[in-house]
């Protein structure tokens, strides 16, 4: 069992350091920029090699197309490969063409399995293959085998560098082998205990392995009740709520026969929380995923043409229930300075009631359990508020134009208006991730049109029926 357990280990990793770093504030990395600018490489390296390489990855973000070659070019020579992790794909990318495959596939043995996966993954198969030669016949099996899972699971965010020991160990027997073996990983935070099949049956915190006593068992001492195990096929986005709402700080990762085959830990789920949360950010304001600072004119321009060609689509329509009331409007031209006020405003009650279910929904706090108390709690409160402001708006729109009907109008449609973009505000992303389908992708196009076309239809029809 031990021999196993050595396995699975990976070799310790020596490119971490105790050393102080200065923080990158925008007034360093312009002094960074500005050595470069002035072509002062020797400054510019010096004040480079103060940073985390965190920092340089964001160092990186900050620069022009031709600055980030010459960075690149300076931390070449001690090039950290910590720091591919750090950055966007399309960076990343940029910066790996620009070191040259031989520099990173050296780099990339010193990195976890599942940090190589994450800076590989994106690469065709041959790049792949070129990258992959430089790791040690296990470590490339690893890492082929999490490539092999579908992207966005368990299996591709997993690490298979662990520490695990058969049940019948004693505390002391832990103890001496974590002293003596050499392949242990360089962080971990918990045992995982297992039976002679492989398969997980609890967890010891390290903490608790060293202040217990050495004749105790480990499976005398283990969490079995509190330990989650996670299918290598679940979806990441499950896997982070798991965390989230168990408090871990690692979870076992086992295959569909239940055998032990690595560990997702907090950093990780860390990341994919980052994630989800920029995806479904981007997702909601309809730009791309792969949108970012970094990415090319273009490309930018391309993925972001289509969803405003379905906002053309949805403008259009409230158009057209705005030219239906054209002889309305030219009657009454005050009409047509005060119909945008309706339907702005149902427009932002309603995208506050979206953007709180699109994060309850993520957050598996809006479920079909309560789906409908949610409901009726967003149109009670979009419903006030549009009670409030039909008295703001029609005394201002009494006041402004002398004219008291037209203010009971105006104050009616925002009534109106409100209380559809609170049931909508729901309804839309519910139904939605009902159909299979991200709320996140397109409930802000739905909503915006009906808010608009209704806060139009409202005003310019209760202007027909009782002003004119």
Not at 134 to 149: F, G, H, N, P, Q
Not at 183 to 190: G, I, K, R, S
Not at 263 to 279: F, Q, W
Request: charged share 25%; net charge negative.
């Amino acid at each position: 069992m031990a021999s196993d357990v050595e396995e699975l280990d990976r070799p310790a990793d020596s490119t971490s350091s105790s050393d102080d770093y200065v923080d990158l504030t925008p007034e360093y990395g312009r002094e960074v920029l500005d050595a470069l600018g002035e072509d002062d490489h020797s400054r510019a390296s010096e004040l480079i090699s103060e940073l985390h390489f965190a920092d340089i990855a964001d160092l990186l973000g900050w620069a022009s197309s031709n600055q980030r070659e010459q960075l690149v070019d300076l931390i070449r020579p001690d090039f950290d490969p910590e720091l591919l992790t750090e950055l966007d794909d399309e960076l990343r990318e940029e910066v790996i063409s620009r070191l040259g495959t031989d520099v990173v596939a050296e780099a990339i043995s010193e990195l976890d399995s599942d940090d190589v996966v994450e800076v590989i993954e994106d690469f065709d198969k041959e790049e792949q293959r070129e990258l992959l030669g430089a790791l040690s016949d296990i470590e490339r099996a690893r890492v082929e085998e999490a490539l092999s899972y579908p992207e966005y699971t368990a299996g591709r965010i997993m690490q298979r560098e662990l520490v695990a020991i058969p049940d019948y160990w004693s505390v002391g027997q832990t103890i001496d082998f974590l002293r003596s073996a050499k392949n242990l990983p360089e962080d971990f935070y918990d045992i995982i205990i297992v039976d002679p099949r492989y398969s997980p049956v609890g967890i010891v915190p390290l903490s608790r392995v060293i202040r217990t006593n050495r004749p105790v068992l480990v499976r005398d001492v283990m969490e079995s009740d509190e330990m989650r195990t996670v299918v290598v096929t679940e979806e990441q986005e499950n896997v982070a709520h798991l965390f989230r709402q168990r408090d871990l700080i690692s979870a076992p990762v086992v295959d569909d026969s239940g055998r032990l085959v690595g560990v997702i830990t907090v950093d990780d789920v860390v990341d994919v929380i980052d994630e989800e949360y920029e995806e479904d950010m981007m997702r909601l304001a309809g730009v791309g995923e792969e949108d970012d600072l970094s990415s090319a004119i273009l490309d930018t321009t391309r993925s972001r043409f289509t969803w405003l060609l379905i906002n053309l689509g949805t403008a259009i329509m409230a158009s057209m229930v705005i030219s239906a009331f054209e002889d309305t409007i030219e009657r009454l031209v005050a009409l047509a300075v005060l119909m945008p006020i309706v339907a702005s405003m149902g427009g932002n009650a309603g995208t506050q009631t979206l953007t709180v279910a699109v994060r309850a929904i993520a957050t598996r706090e809006l479920t079909s359990t309560n789906a409908w108390r949610v409901i009726r709690k967003e149109v009670a409160v979009c419903g006030l508020n549009g009670l409030a402001f039909a008295f703001l708006a029609g005394g201002v729109t009494w006041f402004w134009f002398e004219d008291g009907l037209l203010g009971s109008v105006i104050g009616v449609a925002m009534i109106i208006n409100l209380l559809f973009a609170g049931l909508f505000g729901a309804l839309i992303p519910l139904g939605l991730e009902r159909a299979g389908i991200d709320p996140a992708v397109s409930s802000s196009v739905f909503l915006t049109t009906i808010t608009d076309v209704v806060g139009f239809f409202a005003f310019l029809g209760l202007a027909a029926l009782f002003l004119l």
